[in-house]
């Protein structure tokens, strides 16, 4: 016959030994689990090796997700199950057996669980007076009549009378019985048997090996197959979703302390996280909160008002203000400065880098310079000339229009040239360009005129430039800064030496030409 047959009448050893193990392992979760499903296995590893294969390894993966170890001597016995049936199957099919048992559900257990059955050779019962067994083993027949009479209201007095024992050897049992089932008194231990006795008799073992691996709390479990336990924490790391069909309130918490900070239901979540999310808009009774930050919503204003003083701010009318399409009267200026005062964006730059000797770097200068055809107003051009010098020979460069060349300071970058001619100079300046941060030479001798810097017709800007003419032998004339036909360039911060001829000037302005400046050096010798 079938075990869960003989766990529900029969009085044969085998069933009473597993009706005394049930009442304890309704209140151990996955312990008991255990217990049950590999001692069916046990009794089926003759007979029905393959289920038994299935029901140890069923249990394997309860006590591997929960990190349950079972004790040696549970282990040995089920080692030597394991063993019979191993042999009974073959190492393939004991391999392909286990391996579905491993994966079986709460509901495939169960039915495998009642589908055991074993034939007439049974181990011996246990001896009823047996002492108490080690902590967490099953309870001994004698364990069992005693908790029974426990249940039942006797006193010690009288289940010693009841039994033919003395009063210490029933408190004995009733103490390793505590230790086992893991309660403290009489009154937890009477329900532990009491459920257990219900369990199996009304029920049936299906019921009882669902209740042991917590079908009815799967919902609510830390670990999925234990029971939910309360009165102390149980995690869990997945979702949890409680369905059902009720017409009614389908679940309801009620707390009955009169304590000031007594509630039904706390819910917490980490910061900047919603509290809980509903998918009704349907008003709910007593949830909505009347109150915001402590004020009635009589503080508020409806969605049709406004304040007294909305239409002013910081105490001021709305004329006070610009309107959308006005402007402050200086909105065009930065620190009082116009937007021309500033320079616009270059659409390219160019940088120049020593490439080996002066006259070298004078060259790569010049094809950089020339590389430039396509700058206007709106593509305006810089050239970056790198710290070192560049000898233009007796040539000369040519500034373009929207090209503006910077140094690296007057200190570090040299252009230098030995041009000569009235009408010329190392550098020749033109409009809508400057020229900054560097210093300008010209080395000519023994000639007529010699110029660092010359502009004609043009007006360009010089900012923090050094520009000097060093002739030699007292002859010709030589300027810093030659300015020629109505030339009017902004200088500023400008240094401008010459020396070296007959006639030297600093800075020399000719046929009406004019100079805007601002910190202006001019000196001769």
Excluded at 83 to 107: M, N, Q
Excluded at 151 to 157: D, I, K, P, S
Excluded at 402 to 428: F, M, P, R, W, Y
Aim: net charge neutral; glycine share 10%; with cysteine.
């Amino acid at each position: 016959m079938s075990i869960a047959e003989r766990a529900r009448g029969s009085a044969r050893p085998t069933r009473k030994r597993h009706y005394n193990s049930l009442p304890r392992t309704c209140f151990e979760g996955a312990l008991g689990s255990v217990e049950i499903l590999t001692g069916l296995a046990r009794l089926a590893a003759s007979e029905q090796p393959e289920a038994a294969v299935h029901l140890f390894a069923a249990a394997e993966a309860i006590q591997r997700r929960v990190g349950l170890t079972p004790a040696p001597s549970l282990r040995a016995k089920n080692d030597r199950a394991l063993a019979i049936a191993r042999g009974a199957l073959g190492e393939e099919a004991f391999a392909a057996a286990w391996s579905v048992g491993g994966d079986f559900s709460l509901d495939r257990a169960v039915a495998e669980a009642q589908s055991v059955t074993v034939g007439a050779s049974l181990p011996a019962q246990p001896d009823p007076d047996a002492g108490p067994s080690a902590a967490g083993g099953s309870l001994t027949s004698r364990e069992v009549e005693v908790l029974r009479l426990v249940a039942e209201g006797m006193t010690n007095a009288q289940i010693a009378q009841e039994l033919f024992l003395s009063p210490r050897t029933v408190n004995r049992h009733l103490n390793s019985v505590y230790h086992k089932l893991g309660v403290s008194s009489r009154s937890a231990a009477s329900k532990v048997m009491w459920v257990g006795r219900a369990t199996v008799f009304l029920v049936g073992l299906a019921v009882m090996l669902a209740l042991l691996l917590g079908v009815a709390t799967t919902a609510l479990a830390s670990i999925p197959g234990d029971p939910f336990r309360l009165g102390q924490t149980n995690g869990i790391d997945a979702m949890t979703t409680l369905v059902g069909n009720v017409a009614g309130t389908m679940l309801r918490v009620d707390n009955n302390s009169t304590g000031a900070g007594a509630t039904a239901l706390d819910l917490r979540v980490e910061p900047g996280k919603a509290l809980m999310k509903v998918n009704s808009a349907t008003r709910v009774a007593l949830l909505n909160a009347d109150k915001v930050d402590g004020k009635d919503s009589t503080e508020f204003l409806g969605k049709t008002e406004k304040a007294t003083d909305s239409d002013t701010l910081d105490g001021q009318d709305s004329a006070a203000f610009l309107g959308t399409t006005q402007k402050a009267a200086d909105s065009d200026k930065l620190d009082g400065k116009d937007s021309s005062a500033f320079a616009a964006a270059y659409k390219r730059t160019v940088v120049v880098s020593p490439t080996g000797t002066d006259t070298q770097n004078g060259t790569a200068l010049l094809d950089a310079h020339s590389s430039i055809t396509d700058a206007s107003a709106s593509k305006k051009c810089l050239i970056y000339i790198e710290p070192g010098t560049y000898d233009l020979d007796s040539g000369s460069l040519q500034m373009k229009q929207h090209v503006d060349i910077q140094g690296a300071g007057e200190l570090n970058t040299l252009l230098t040239s030995s041009v000569s001619g009235c009408s010329t100079g190392t550098l020749k300046g033109a409009n809508n360009a400057e020229l900054r941060f560097l210093t300008m030479q010209n080395t000519a001798t023994g000639v007529s005129c010699g110029a660092a810097i010359y502009n004609s017709y043009v007006s360009p800007q010089l900012t923090h430039v050094t520009a000097k003419s060093t002739g030699s032998g007292g002859i010709g004339t030589h300027m810093g800064v030659l300015n020629d036909n109505s030339s009017a360039p902004t200088m500023t911060d400008v240094t401008a030496t010459a020396s070296g001829g007959a006639e030297n000037y600093g800075v020399a302005n000719l046929s009406t030409s004019t100079i805007i400046m601002t910190n202006l050096t001019a000196t001769a010798s």
